[in-house]
């Protein structure tokens, strides 16, 4: 059965457009899976809904991205006990991201995939079983979780002989803080204050997700400006986000050069935006119904100035990356992620737009006000790092002239409308192009105003594994700078 | 040897002492100049290590006493290299006791050291900058060796006080062979004291260290000794690079107070311009993948050799 049979039989769902929804059961959950792949979709999620010990409704949800849309499965789930065959067939072999969500969903929510690996992901405590790389001359080198200086936590297990990376085996969930469970304890119309916090780099991203996806179900249409303001704020995000990883690029390449000058740019733009909306990371701008901050004509000229100061700025650095034989020594061909092998491993966002990916969902999905700005897609094939810096710039160039078109062109009209709480039961999504890549939050609304599940989901997911292969055959010495390159998120993957 | 000498000699070893920790702040300051920062003091350095001799040592358990050793054998042979480098004046009693091949084999002394204490404790960080660490040290001491020879060949003497002599006294001119060796010279300097591109002194991270990773596992006085080496490497390599190449305004002969008062601030004067080059290279250069370290020694080597051979023609021609 074709990709196109099951998107007609699902069912329009709130929040994110181009979203559907359908139930269905265990042999049409795997041919469904097989029928994406085929279609050339990719898994954007996968997570379970229910208490580990609840023995009742529980269900497992996989979304899948397609040109057709967002198609969110669920399959309901009899608990069997004592059986070690699994609740669900897992689709480890079809979409190899799904691995460790099949594994984080089990320690979350307790349903267990069919998968062979079943080794726990989010939930530590006991020994860990990395895989051992046996030969002559091999040897391990474990790496963190706590490292020399004050970065995230991540253990990275190397396989290495001499310099050369064999085989590197990621361990992450040292930022396990218990998001999922924290949002069912939150009045559904507060908890974008959680979603912002979930990944603090992603702050309007999340939230902006999160209130798609509750202004949905709750019916909620919000005002022009408000879209448009929310742009803007995704816009901004993107931009200081991009400065900041192009300094720590070149700092990371021993080019502290690089680092000085960007984290200047990221800082003027950060009181610039601070100056003109009360806030530098933007953790509470987007509340559902709209933003909490409007913006005056005069400070969006100041800050559309800032911006585009910033961005020819950050032209004239691109020109020393580029012709600086060091760095660019340093940058091309480390770490390459080849297109055929982003396409096997579904990785979305950033890090696949430098590998010949063309997806990203301000494009392809989009929703106000991008239906009315034309966004151009920037694409790199290389897979490198020099590719991974590439999209950083031209991206760069593109919310430049995105803000710059937003900031002075806002529609009139109120920034918030009055939102009420959905009924229970109603399941919606957001879906929105963060820097890193899309940002799906999934929300069922329970009784009285209440949350019943809230999954965020982060493109890291699909990212992490992806560095794994990237590291291959290079040094271990380029891994700082390689894993840069990608700067997959910690903290929202280990929710 | 008269008194006098034995003054010289006491000054330079406490003045090697107390410069090493304000030439590495210097040359911190200068880089932070030059790429837009704010400087940190010129103190800092030794602030870290008053701090660090306060700090109770943390030792891991199976530390054996090789490894408690080493940062006096380390910090022992600086210091000595330090003496029989001729900074301020050329006439020192301890000269006697190492030439300039002997000098190569002090600092190599100290690394074989570093290395062992490094991979003591048997952490994959430590032992991974061990091995950096030799794969730099046995291509940059031939290369380093290569750069005397040039010197020694020049002033028909191993013994870095009379080549310094010798090669103050000449008349004021570019030597085509000192040129070339002390090209090399530089690149020697780069790699042995762990600066860009071969080393980045400033990062924090543990799997591209060289240098920094053998150091991981040290705390307290011991740490306090091995940064302190660490300067006083960088401050001996300078001075050996004065002493070969811009020997002028070292005392020669029988040093008397007046001698001192004029090659004190000399040697003052080149530092700052030392660190202030030394931080230009490496704000302009990015560092090498580690890979490539023994390209970058070769050329150092290449240039000695050049050096070498440029001698050898000029030499045969006068």
Known sequence: ?495 | MRPEDWLTQFIEIVAALAAAPIFLGWVSQCRAWLQNRRAPSLWLPYRNIRKLFHKEAVIAQNASRLFRLAPYVVFGTMVLAAAIIPSMGTRLPLVVSADAIALVGLFATARVFMALAAMDIGTAFGTLGARREMMVGFLAEPALLMVIFVASLLSASTALPAITEHLATQTLGLDPALAFTAVAFTLVLLAENARIPVDNPSTHLELTMIHEAMLLEYSARHLALMEWTTALKLFNYACIGFALFIPWGVATGHIGPLGLAVAIPTLAVKLALAGGGLALIETLCAKLRVMRAPEFLATAYLFAVLGLLVHVMLGARG
């Not at chain 1, 507060?190 to 702050?203: K, M, N, P």
């Not at chain 1, 100056?275 to 400070?299: F, H, K, N």
């Open chain 1, 1 to 495: 059965m074709p990709m196109r049979r099951w998107w007609d039989r699902a069912q329009a769902l709130a929040g994110a457009p181009s979203l559907r929804g359908v139930g269905v059961c265990a042999e049409d959950w795997l041919q469904a899976a097989r029928d994406v792949a085929a279609a050339g979709g990719r898994l954007l999620s996968l997570w379970g809904s229910g208490e580990p010990r609840d023995t009742e409704s529980a269900a497992i949800y996989a979304a899948y991205l397609s040109d057709l849309g967002v198609l969110i499965l669920q399959l309901p789930i009899e608990r069997k006990t004592g059986d070690e065959s699994g609740d669900y067939p897992g689709l480890e072999e079809i979409f190899p991201a799904a691995s460790r969500l099949q594994r984080a969903a089990f320690d979350i929510s307790g349903v267990r995939s069919s998968d062979p690996d079943r080794r726990p992901w989010l939930r530590h405590g006991k020994d860990y079983d990395f895989v051992r790389v046996d030969g002559e001359g091999v040897h391990e080198i474990a790496v963190g979780p706590v490292h020399a200086g004050t970065i995230e936590p991540g253990h990275f297990r190397f396989s290495v002989v001499g310099e050369k990376v064999l085989r590197l085996e990621e361990r992450l969930g040292y930022t396990h803080k218990g998001v999922e469970q924290r949002f069912t304890e939150l009045p559904i119309l507060e908890a974008h204050r959680l979603a912002a916090r979930v990944c603090g780099d992603s702050a309007v991203a999340y939230s902006w997700a999160y209130c798609q996806a509750l202004e949905g179900i709750s019916g909620c249409v919000i005002p022009a400006r408000a879209a448009w303001l929310r742009a803007a704020f995704l816009e901004l995000e993107r931009v200081a986000n991009h400065l900041g990883d192009l300094g720590a690029l070149g700092n990371d390449a021993g080019f502290a050069f690089g680092l000085a000058q960007f984290s200047r740019l990221k800082e003027e733009l950060l009181r610039a935006v601070s100056a003109a909306l009360g806030q530098r990371y933007l953790l509470d701008a987007i509340v559902p119904g709209g933003t909490t901050v409007d913006l005056s004509p005069e400070a969006g000229r100041a800050l559309a100035n800032t911006v585009r100061k910033v961005c020819e700025e950050a032209t004239e650095l691109r020109a020393i990356y580029d012709e600086h034989s060091g760095v660019r020594d340093r940058f091309t061909g480390a770490g390459r992620l080849a297109p055929e092998l982003a396409i096997r491993l579904g990785v979305l966002g950033l890090v696949g737009r430098a590998s010949g990916q063309p997806l990203d969902a301000r494009v392809d999905l989009p929703c106000a006000p991008y239906t009315e700005l034309a966004v151009s897609k920037v694409v790199q094939s290389g897979g490198d790092v020099a590719a991974r810096v590439a999209v950083r710039f031209e991206e760069l160039a593109v919310s430049a002239r995105l803000l710059e078109r937003m900031l002075e062109g806002l529609p009139p009209g109120g920034h918030v409308e009055n939102i009420e709480a959905p009924t229970d039961g109603t399941f919606g999504a957001g879906l929105i192009e963060g820097w890193r890549g899309p940002v799906l939050i999934a929300l069922e609304a329970g009784p009285g105003g209440s949350i019943r599940r809230c999954h965020p989901h982060d493109s890291s997911w699909q990212g992490w594994p992806a560095i794994e292969h990237a590291i291959i055959g290079n040094i271990v010495a380029d891994f700082p700078l390689i894993n840069k390159s990608f700067n997959l998120a910690y903290s929202g993957v280990d929710l």
